[in-house]
Structures are given as structure tokens and as C-alpha cells.
Nanobody, 117 residues
Framework: QVQLVESGGGLVQPGGSLTLSCAASGSIFSIGTMGWYRQAPGKSRERVASINNSGTTGYRDSVRGRFTISRDNAKNTMYLQMNNLNPEDTAVYYC???????????WGQGTQVTVSS
């Protein structure tokens, strides 16, 4: 199975920016549509953005215009550029397969994003 390792999280002030990375141990092209998910304390995991091999993207309303998802199939890496962060974005962020098949039945350790002054 392809291993997915998230990185790039941290503590940032409201209005700040972070870029997350998702490095895969195998081909992300073969995975197809991939996505970023997040889980805040006490809440269910939710998908925040997705991108297919053609570069078509999708975002949940709360992040549209602030987050940008991208992928580099040659590097087997996916990214999430997050701008104008607010405290409601505080969560552990994960990457996984997205699209019709949904996520794999396993998850990486995620990367913590904390937005606080």
C-alpha cells in the first residue's frame, strides 16, 4: 500500500499562511484524485480540497479562495497552500485518496495546524 506522510504544519497567527506537503511512497498518478482532509478536536474528519490528475480542483466553501491545492506527480507529492488562516482552521490535516472511491482505509499521522494569537 502507498504510504502518505504529511508535513508542514505549525503554529501561526490569524491571517497567516502555511504550506502543507503530502509525500507518497509510490505513484500518486496511479491513485488518481487526491485530497486534503482535516479533523478538529471533537469534530468529524472533513475533506477540504481535492485535485485530480488533470488538475481539476474542488474546495469546501469555508476554504475556497484561501486554500490552494496542487500536486506534482513527478515528485509524488501534493501540497496545500493555506492563506488568511483563522482559528476555525485549527485541526490535524491529512492527505488521502479522494474522488468516487473515497479515502483508503488507512491514514497517516497527519500534521497539526494551530491558528492562534
Amino acid at each position: 500500500q502507498v504510504q502518505l506522510v504529511e508535513s508542514g504544519g505549525g503554529l501561526v497567527q490569524p491571517g497567516g499562511s502555511l504550506t502543507l506537503s503530502c509525500a507518497a511512497s509510490g505513484s500518486i498518478f496511479s491513485i488518481g484524485t487526491m485530497g486534503w482532509y482535516r479533523q478538529a478536536p471533537g469534530k468529524s474528519r472533513e475533506r477540504v480540497a481535492s485535485i485530480n490528475n488533470s488538475g481539476t480542483t474542488g474546495y469546501r466553501d469555508s476554504v475556497r479562495g484561501r486554500f490552494t491545492i496542487s500536486r506534482d506527480n513527478a515528485k509524488n507529492t501534493m501540497y496545500l497552500q493555506m492563506n488568511n488562516l483563522n482559528p476555525e482552521d485549527t485541526a490535524v490535516y491529512y492527505c488521502n485518496r479522494a474522488g468516487l472511491l473515497g479515502p483508503f482505509n488507512y491514514w497517516g499521522q497527519g500534521t497539526q495546524v494551530t491558528v492562534s494569537s
